[in-house]
T-cell receptor
Framework: GDSVTQMEGPVTLSEEAFLTINCTYT??????LFWYVQYPGEGLQLLLKATKADDKGSNKGFEATYRKETTSFHLEKGSVQVSDSAVYFCALYQGGKLIFGQGTELSVKP | SAVISQKPSRDICQRGTSLTIQCQVDSQVTMMFWYRQQPGQSLTLIAT?????????ESGFVIDKFPISRPNLTFSTLTVSNMSPEDSSIYLCSVGGWNNYGYTFGSGTRLTVV
């Protein structure tokens, strides 16, 4: 069945470091792909999305590119801030359902 | 995008009791979704609730344990019945569709069963 795999956390970075969180997926067809963020004590917020191959989603300095050839949707940010500390979820939409990866916890230290 | 109000935000319940979680949306939506997020885990879809019809449950979830109501296009409830400590999780409702704004989530209900 369809699935999403994320790199394991927790990821700890210093402020202004470069961030990459890997996400790969398995799906039939061409799903839409999402990154969601969950700040401590809060619900999920949509961070960015891409609906077809080579699309780049971007928001708040985060970017991810839909790579069909490698079935990947890695999340990147050039310079992280303490306020980016959260859990990040990669997800795909297929067949009327959202399927989530296991989440990656990011901790940014000043 | 839609704004979702979910309550309670947290609760501590005795085993064997039931808790009903409410989800109110500020606009009419066709489908509402209920998810469970167990400690340290990802989100798992419990069921999809359409107004005017019975909810559709995912594998591993049954109506007797998680009855859902959907009385109108802006409201839904999820009940966690006959609770055990294994039901301790965050429960979230969600609305929307990928082709608009992606899915919008409520802030969640953090349930602890003792």
């Amino acid at each position: 069945g369809d699935s999403v795999t994320q790199m394991e956390g927790p990821v700890t970075l210093s402020e202004e470091a470069f961030l990459t969180i890997n996400c790969t997926y398995t799906a039939t067809g061409y799903p839409s792909l999402f990154w969601y963020v969950q700040y401590p004590g809060e619900g999920l917020q949509l961070l960015l999305k891409a609906t077809k191959a080579d699309d780049k989603g971007s928001n708040k300095g985060f970017e991810a590119t839909y790579r069909k050839e490698t079935t990947s949707f890695h999340l990147e940010k050039g310079s992280v801030q303490v306020s980016d500390s959260a859990v990040y979820f990669c997800a795909l939409y297929q067949g009327g359902k959202l399927i989530f990866g296991q989440g990656t916890e990011l901790s940014v230290k000043p | 995008s839609a704004v979702i109000s979910q309550k309670p935000s947290r609760d501590i319940c005795q085993r064997g009791t039931s808790l009903t979680i409410q989800c109110q949306v500020d606009s009419q939506v066709t489908m509402m979704f209920w998810y469970r997020q167990q400690p340290g885990q990802s989100l798992t879809l419990i069921a999809t609730a359409n107004q005017g019809s019975e909810a559709t449950y995912e594998s591993g979830f049954v109506i007797d344990k998680f009855p859902i109501s959907r009385p109108n296009l802006t409201f839904s409830t999820l009940t966690v019945s006959n609770m055990s400590p294994e039901d301790s999780s965050i429960y979230l409702c969600s609305v929307g569709g990928w082709n608009n704004y992606g899915y919008t989530f409520g802030s969640g209900t953090r349930l602890t069963v003792v």
